[in-house]
């Protein structure tokens, strides 16, 4: 199970037919116990620059950094799977799951998410409702969504706009990508570094420094730390050189990262980050370096 598939079925009410994800899937943290059908290739503990180091020598090499326990689906029997086409890195490839699926009796349905903006988010959200009989629950999801969405861009309708730097790794240095500009707009924002709907990519630290200002609008970094880098591998030193004037840390797994329900959360941090005369202020707080 892809994890922020994991996330959509939990929101639409139907985790309870949830019988297998992935070593990775950790939300809903109170989720019923199901069976974990993933390893992580590569393993606990390696820095951030050995993690990337490792994926790039693998996806070369045409393996993949998942493993899947074909004889535990078996077991299980599901009549669905879940997975994507998005992201190499993030699960485990389409390609593996189909292989997988045709060798197993009766052969599940396979449903496998794409999505590249925010819209197509929203979309995948209906299609697992859709694969799940839960029309009602994603019609009402969606428009639950929708309306915070909307709520957020009311708020700051005309306000002025606060250039922004997503970097969502640092060793080396990613920026946003899909979703993360749309998102940066929504709150009021500019992105000076990402494109809608097209991949993160690779920069150096020269090269994600912004552009000269175009503006009097003061220029700030929102740094994204992926799940996999809790450790710090930039100093603010490094992080100054992007030319930010403010530095603030999200929790990207939760909200940028995983195209799921709560990349509105993630809207609704960001708006307040940028804007806290116009936003109120999240749960958690906020950390500033």
Known sequence: MFRPATETLFALGVGDDVAAVTHECDYPARRPESTQVTRDVIGPGLSPARIDQAVKELTAAG????????????????????????????????????????????????????????????????????????KDAGVDLVQQAAARIDRVRVSLAGVDRVRVAALEWLDPVFVGGHWVPQLIEHAGGEDLLGLPGEPSEQRTWRRSRPPSPRS????????????????????????????????????AAAWFSRPGPRLVDGLEWLAYALHPDRMPQPPGGMRQL
């Open 63 to 134: 393996r993949s950094i998942y493993e899947l326990d074909e004889e535990g689906l078996r077991r299980l029997r599901p009549d669905l799977i879940v997975t994507q086409a998005l992201c190499s890195v993030c699960a485990v490839s389409v390609d593996d799951v189909r292989a997988i699926a045709e060798r197993m009796d009766p052969a599940p349905q396979i449903v496998s998410l794409d999505p590249h903006t925010l819209g197509e988010v929203l979309g995948d959200v209906r299609t697992l409702a859709q694969a799940t009989d839960a």
């Open 216 to 251: 009097s609008s003061s220029c700030r970094a929102a740094m994204t730390s992926s799940a996999r880098t809790r450790r710090r591998s930039a100093t603010p030193g490094e992080l100054e050189e992007v030319g930010a004037r403010r530095i603030v840390i999200a929790d």
